[in-house]
């Protein structure tokens, strides 16, 4: 008896032993009744694979673009990692090119390129550039606010979304116009 007392069973080994064998017969029937049966047929893989594809066909897709109304924050969210993807391709193709050709790829050659460009050329080129890098410096100002908690609001969150729009414009018109 010392031994069930130092595990711990003494009180479930007593409750086991004395407990009427009619409340340990009804807990057997109870679980025994409780159980469902399960009617089981065997399919072929082929037949599973289309199974499985009615069932994905019936579920919609997320985000659901057709039922949800365009936010600021959604979209400046993809814009932010459009314009991240779109200034690393461009940095990374500019330095591959670099190491294949360095003659070619130098900055006195790039500069003579552009020189001969006609000015509408050169506007619109200075444009495309600014736009996505004025968008991506301004909202990675905008998240990291966000990291020190500050304007975590939904208020906050939209006031924020329109600044970065704004000075966005703002940037990008002055980087196209600056010569």
Not at 17 to 33: D, E, G, H, K, M
């Amino acid at each position: 008896m010392m031994s069930t007392r130092a595990l711990g069973l003494g009180a479930a080994l007593r409750k086991a032993a004395f407990s009427p064998s009619v409340v340990r017969n009804q807990v057997v029937l109870r679980n025994t009744l409780g159980k469902r049966f399960i009617q089981i047929e065997t399919i072929t893989p082929s037949t599973e694979q289309n199974i499985l594809n009615q069932q994905r066909l019936k579920r919609p897709s997320s985000p659901h673009f057709t039922i949800y109304q365009p936010q600021l924050t959604w979209v400046a969210s993809i814009a932010n990692r459009i314009t991240g993807v779109g200034l690393s391709v461009l940095l990374y193709g500019f330095s591959i090119a670099y190491l294949v050709a360095p003659t070619t790829f130098d900055s006195q050659h790039v500069v003579e390129v552009v020189a001969g460009l006609p000015e509408g050329v050169k506007y619109a080129g200075k444009a495309i550039l600014a736009a996505p890098f004025s968008f991506h410096a301004f909202n990675g100002l905008r998240h990291l606010s966000w990291d020190v908690v500050k304007f975590t609001t939904v208020k906050g969150v939209y006031a924020t979304g329109y600044v970065v729009l704004g000075a966005t414009a703002i940037s990008t018109a002055v980087l196209t116009f600056l010569k």
